[in-house]
């Protein structure tokens, strides 16, 4: 298989890496994430990661608590399943940096653009944590930035589900599927994909967003190497 792309971000929401189950880590999808990441690297492909921590801390749990002490919570929770994913990785034999956009030296390399692409160039995989470091926005516009300011080709989004869908299809069988969609469509119809923020970034800077299943083993391959998998946006 040819790869479509030479560098991409690959982005991992955090209820994916729970498995089966709502909370936590799941071994088994750790590895398999690691082990189809090494598959991508071996085609010579730069990957870098955000990854979401919606496994561990969905939104403020009570009126008492602000919307910015709760979004720096959530940042902590991705630090989290980065040095999940930074362990599970490496014991594939591939190099990895954690960046993350809140300091923490003792774990972490502070966000910087330049060492992430230098990073890159020889090979190694980039994990970004801690989201943008800010409030109020959320792991996927984290993605929409980092794959501009590095100069993503695309951006892998590896979710529960399948595809794109008109509504929730565990809750509405009735969604329709979509195969294909302008970033000017997701924002139109409201799409549940991304929030609009990340959307609109993608849309302005012609980033292409492919959506995918990453319980299905083999999938973030085949994203790699353009195959019409799930949906995709451009």
């Known amino acids: 298989m040819a790869p479509k792309y030479k560098r991409v971000i690959l982005k991992i929401s955090g209820e994916a890496l729970a498995g089966e189950g709502r ?37 403020r749990t009570s009126e008492n608590m602000d919307r910015a002490t709760a979004d720096y919570m959530g940042m902590l929770a991705t630090v989290i399943n980065s040095l999940a994913l930074q362990s599970a990785i490496e014991s594939t034999g591939v190099e ?33 944590g801690a989201g943008t ?41 009735n969604a329709v599927k979509y195969d294909s969609l302008t970033h000017q469509e997701v924002l139109e119809k ?24 990453l319980s299905e083993k083999g999938n973030v391959l085949r994203a790699v190497c353009g195959e019409p998998i799930g949906t995709i946006i451009v």
Not at 30 to 41: D, F, G, Q, R
Not at 190 to 199: E, I, K, N, Q, R
């Open 190 to 213: 409201g799409l549940g994909v991304m929030d609009s923020t990340a959307a609109a970034m993608c849309r302005d800077n012609d980033i292409p967003i492919h959506v995918f299943a």
């Open 23 to 59: 909370v936590g880590l799941d071994d088994a999808m750790l590895a398999s994430v690691a082990s189809e990441i090494k598959e991508v690297t071996e085609l010579g492909v730069q990957v870098a990661l955000v990854v979401g921590g919606g496994n561990f801390w969905r939104g």
């Open 96 to 128: 990895t940096r954690v960046q993350t956009a809140i300091e923490m030296r003792e774990i972490a390399e502070p966000y910087i653009r330049r060492r992430a692409i230098a990073h890159l160039d020889r090979g190694c995989v980039v994990i970004f």
């Open 133 to 173: 470091g800010n409030p109020f926005f959320s792991t996927d516009t984290t993605a929409a930035l980092r794959a501009a300011e590095i100069d993503a080709e695309v951006i892998l989004l590896a979710k529960k589900v399948d595809a794109v869908y008109s509504a929730d299809p565990n809750i509405d069988p």
